[in-house]
């Protein structure tokens, strides 16, 4: 695994051809990598997934901090990034301020989209529900570390106080994206399971998808709720975005350089991939799926 830019960890960030690394526990940051993709086709991406520890949400704090800064440092440095996208929401609302002290590249985190799902909501309120002055209703579906997590109470305390926001943990949902990224069977009993009781709510307006797993079941998840009724929210059009905004991949100047580098070099059909378990069965199925190549085994001082 060499590095793509000659030189130590710093210069990666000024190097155009070196990738941007996706970081999730499992396979749900596939679903940043892909909106990544779509926005910035030719971007090199790198993957690595911390799956030999997969559920986070499960995980004591005072553990996952040190395990996800570790993994995410020995990545960096095996794939050369120049960046860090830090998809899944339990990681980023718990070690973004430790990951920006321990690494020297850009760090951009996934939280989930209070904000917008709050204005959405009141956009789609009936207009009897706002005479009778009700509020707002939305729904956070996250892992039960995000629902209960401190900085979660913030949000909504910042973007959602005159809404009503119900909050589900949903951790069976992670087990079930992995599963079907994986190739095998669909068990839509285990999603219609997991949103029986926010199903029943009958002015619920907006459902935030509060992990990157929650994506990939996107079309189940609406079928349950009504997609008529309800409207899906992610984060991961606004984390290709911001990945944009960091690295100045909107300027001319930026377009212009990528495209002379193309010139040259063409983009990988495969990007690298790694993993704290490369040989989890069904993993390369996954990953290849969203163009990465087979799972290398990442090292790092556990």
């Not at 990034?81 to 430790?98: D, E, F, I, M, Q």
């Not at 377009?255 to 990007?271: K, L």
Request: one cysteine or more.
């Amino acid at each position: 695994m060499s590095p793509a830019c000659p030189g130590d960890t710093p210069a990666f960030a000024s190097c155009s051809s070196a990738p941007v690394l996706v970081f999730d526990s499992g396979v749900g940051g596939l679903s940043v990598a892909a909106e990544i993709r779509r926005q910035w086709p030719q971007l090199s991406l790198a993957y690595v997934c911390d799956n030999a520890a997969l559920p986070y949400g499960t995980k004591p704090d005072d553990w996952l901090i040190p395990r996800i800064v570790q993994v995410c440092v020995a990545a960096v440095e095996a794939s050369g990034a120049r960046a860090l996208v830090v998809a899944c929401n339990t990681a980023s609302t718990l070690a973004l301020t430790a990951l920006r002290a321990a690494l020297s590249i850009p760090v951009i985190g996934t939280v989930p989209a209070i904000k917008p799902a709050a204005a959405l909501a009141h956009a789609r309120q009936s207009a009897a529900r706002r005479e009778e002055g009700e509020p707002p209703v939305f729904a956070l579906l996250a892992t039960s570390a995000t629902v209960r997590r401190a900085y979660t109470e913030q949000l909504i305390r910042d973007f959602a106080a005159d809404c009503r926001v119900i909050r589900v943990a949903a951790d069976p949902l992670v087990a079930e994206a992995e599963r079907r990224l994986r190739g095998e069977p669909a068990r839509p009993e285990v999603v219609a399971a997991s949103l029986a009781d926010l199903a029943a709510v009958e002015a619920l307006e907006v459902v935030i998808l509060g992990c990157t797993h929650f994506p990939l079941l996107g079309a189940d998840i609406s079928q349950v709720l009504g997609e008529s009724r309800v409207a899906l929210v992610d984060s991961g059009a606004a984390i290709a975005r911001r990945v944009a905004e960091v690295l100045a991949l909107g300027t001319a100047a930026q377009a212009a350089e990528q495209q002379a580098a193309q010139a040259v070099q063409p983009v990988p059909r495969e990007h690298l991939a790694l993993a704290t378990d490369a040989r989890q069965p069904g993993l390369a199925t996954a990953l290849a799926s969203q163009g990465f190549a087979a799972p290398q085994a990442l090292s790092f001082d556990d």
